[in-house]
């Protein structure tokens, strides 16, 4: 929501003001096609010829979170919470018993009940690979923690592809904005003999040219590689949070110390508080009783 009503105010405030200052819109609309299609163009070029298919895919795909913001929301770490709570629990209680959990994470019962954790690749892996390396003896902290750190590391450098793709093309949109700019000059040259009427309007429509990609530029490619990359560092919190709290069992500590390491451990605005947990949690204990 918030980003449609951003673009809007841009159009608002940007065409609004040319108006209101006695501008007239007549000469950039028909400019516009055609400076569109050397610059647009060109940029869509210059970004296939940049990046793999992958991460041209995932850009187009990562878009959608300018509009749609974090995939993860605050019941979503107080569920993530609860989901370790039972699993540590399991697994220090009968650490037999919390093998066909993680082996099949997507049959298990108590997977289950949080499903869009379940459906989330990156988080089930994190967890289950996690906790079946514990049951191998596979169980320094200092080295799990080591691994956690360089997966998630690896996680947030393919993640900001689309972002750094993004923001590529928002640099070389101001410097195609001149290349269509100065092919208006020349066409504007081949014109010398015509009246300062004619001129004006070649002029006019050259100009249109560098607007259109300072525009593009920083009215919207720059924000939305932006947007791209706050929301996927919000995102990966999630995944961080999950490491914490692993990390924090390996140390010995009480499952409930586990779950108050990560809960202290999520950013402030994604926390649920100490006493929304506790209810979450006793109502978990009261369906495994």
């Not at 993004?166 to 003999?193: E, F, N, R, W, Y």
């Not at 924000?223 to 706050?230: L, Q």
Request: charged content about 20%.
């Amino acid at each position: 929501m918030l980003g449609i009503i951003g673009i809007l105010v841009i159009f608002g405030m940007v065409f609004g003001g040319y108006l209101a200052a006695g501008g007239k819109m007549a000469i950039i609309i028909k400019s516009l096609p055609f400076e569109m299609m050397m610059i647009g163009g060109a940029a869509a070029g210059a970004f296939l010829l940049g990046n793999d298919g992958g991460v041209v895919k995932h850009t187009f795909k990562d878009i959608g979170k300018v509009f749609k913001g974090v995939k993860w929301k605050p019941h979503d770490y107080k569920e993530l919470l609860c989901l370790l709570f039972e699993l540590i629990k399991l697994a220090r209680q009968s650490p037999v018993a919390i093998e066909e959990h993680v082996e099949s994470p997507g049959e298990s019962a108590i997977f289950s009940k949080y499903p869009k954790i379940q459906g989330d690749k990156v988080a089930i892996e994190l967890i289950c690979d996690t906790m079946r390396s514990m049951s191998m003896n596979y169980d320094d902290p200092h080295q799990v923690e080591e691994v956690l750190d360089k997966r998630i590391e690896a996680l947030e450098e393919h993640r900001m592809h689309s972002s750094h793709a993004l923001q590529s093309m928002a640099d070389s949109l101001p410097a195609l904005g001149i290349v269509a700019a100065v092919l208006g000059v020349i066409k504007t040259m081949a014109s010398i003999d015509q009246p300062p009427e004619v001129l004006g309007k070649l002029i006019g429509g050259a100009l249109v040219g560098t607007f259109l990609g300072v525009f593009l530029a920083y009215g919207f490619m720059g924000p939305f590689a932006n947007k791209v990359k706050s929301v996927v560092e919000e995102d990966l919190h999630f995944y961080k949070l999950i490491r914490e709290v692993l990390v924090a069992n390996l140390h010995n500590h009480a499952t409930n110390i586990c779950i108050e390491v990560g809960r202290q451990n999520t950013p402030a605005h994604f926390r649920p508080s100490f006493v929304d947990l506790e209810e979450a949690l006793k109502s978990v204990k009261q369906e495994a009783a």
